[in-house]
């Protein structure tokens, strides 16, 4: 056919596709599938509001070069600061998806444990509902079953069921395997076969490097890990953790926090463009993001969180994929908890969770437009 025809047919093409990807299906996709990312401890305020301008110091962000770091981050307008700082969220899933977790815009989510650290959050937001057994971060396995033990217990995910986490500890999070989900998480390789060179390379360097913080490689390792991972068995249930951005949080440097928080942001957008790009995933992946426990609010106290810590129970969350409306940043909503992402996860993949897990507490209303089967 002639050049100018086929490039019309190719636009047509492009349009058609486009449409298919942005707009929220009336019906479900024929296979659906969810991706489930934790940032750990980023809090609400730089996810929404971008750099804040009290800890651009020294004294309270630990920054030895306040002047470049403002020169980096800072921006009069909240608008640019959080889109210079987390350009994903705030152009594609700020346009297609949706953002919760402004308490400026009367849009409030918080954690439903008291502990207000790690291990509670990470579980809380798995089993859908706080056990107020788990207080801390001990290595204790799990006694709770997770959304994601339970979808690999059904037909349409058995065997495709996946958690990879930067941090040691998510392995007993996410009880060792249990029922049949892959987990890999810390420094462990991954050597489910076909291993591929990429992969390979990722084992020797968890093993042959010394990362800042015990027990978690960089980001960037897990990162690669986990889409070298989804790249070779594309799983239908992923969830996926992030440990940098609290970790440099807790080491007082705002400046390394705020770059981590920005390399996640693209990291996000990787694993969601290789999504799309890919025939089986493409249109019909649900990616949910989220934060395990704020901190504080204050230069003293930013570093922290805990049940003494004020503001460190304020989380955010964003979603965005063919089942979500593109309602942009939500605001004067009912409080959402962190235990209803367990359930919203599920309603992703088209699951009652609540239904078979009665402590559960139900989807996040109006994030996942499409609930029945
Ligand atoms: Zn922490």
């Known amino acids: 056919m002639p050049a100018t025809t086929r490039r019309a047919w190719i636009l047509a093409l492009v349009l058609v596709a486009t449409?298919?990807?942005?707009?929220?299906?009336?019906?479900?996709?024929?296979e659906r599938n969810v991706v489930l990312v934790l940032v750990d401890g980023l809090r609400w305020q730089e996810v929404f509001t971008g750099a804040d301008a009290a800890l651009l110091d020294k004294d309270s962000g630990g920054i030895a070069d306040a002047e470049a770091a403002r020169a980096t981050w800072w921006r009069e307008s909240p608008a640019e600061r959080r889109r210079l700082l987390l350009p994903f969220l705030w152009t594609v899933v700020a346009r297609e998806g949706q953002l919760l977790g402004n308490r400026a815009l009367g849009s409030a989510v918080d954690v439903?444990?008291?502990?207000?650290?790690?291990?509670?959050?990470?579980?809380?937001?798995?089993?859908g509902f706080a056990d107020p057994a788990i207080t801390g971060n001990a290595a204790v396995v799990n006694p709770n079953r997770s959304v994601f033990e339970w979808l690999a217990g059904l037909p349409a995910t058995r065997g495709r069921v996946a958690v990879i986490g930067a941090w040691d500890r998510v392995a007993e999070i996410a009880a060792?395997?249990?029922?049949?989900?892959?987990v890999n998480a810390g420094l462990e390789p991954i050597t489910v076969p076909p291993l591929t060179a990429e992969q390979a390379l990722l084992n020797r360097i968890k093993a042959e490097s010394f990362p800042p913080w015990p027990g978690e490689p960089v980001d960037a390792v897990t990162f690669y890990a986990a889409l070298e991972y989804v790249r070779a068995h594309m799983p239908r249930a992923l969830w996926l953790t992030f440990g940098e951005t609290d970790e440099w949080a807790h080491a007082r440097r705002y400046d390394r926090t705020l770059l981590s928080a920005q390399r996640t942001d693209a990291f996000i957008a990787a694993l969601w463009h290789e999504l799309q790009a890919t025939p089986a995933t493409r249109g019909t992946t649900t990616l949910i993001v989220a934060g395990d426990h704020g901190r504080g609010r204050t230069g003293k106290d930013w570093t922290d969180h805990g049940k003494d810590v004020p503001g460190a129970?304020?989380?955010?969350?964003?979603?965005?994929?063919?089942?979500?409306?593109?309602?942009?940043?939500?605001?004067?909503?009912?409080?959402?908890?962190?235990?209803?992402v367990a359930a919203t996860v599920a309603a992703a993949l088209?699951?009652?969770?609540?239904?078979?897990?009665?402590?559960?507490?139900?989807?996040?209303?109006?994030?996942?437009?499409?609930s029945g089967r």
Request: aromatic fraction near 8%; charge should be negative.
């Open 19 to 30: 449409a298919a990807i942005t707009a929220p299906a009336a019906s479900p996709p024929a």
């Open 176 to 182: 060792c395997g249990r029922g049949g989900v892959f």
């Open 112 to 127: 439903a444990n008291a502990a207000r650290v790690s291990y509670p959050g990470y579980s809380e937001m798995i089993v």
């Open 350 to 370: 088209g699951e009652d969770y609540a239904a078979a897990e009665p402590r559960a507490a139900p989807p996040i209303p109006g994030l996942i437009t499409y």
């Open 313 to 340: 129970g304020e989380v955010w969350i964003a979603a965005l994929g063919p089942l979500t409306a593109a309602l942009g940043e939500r605001s004067r909503h009912e409080p959402v908890t962190l235990s209803q």
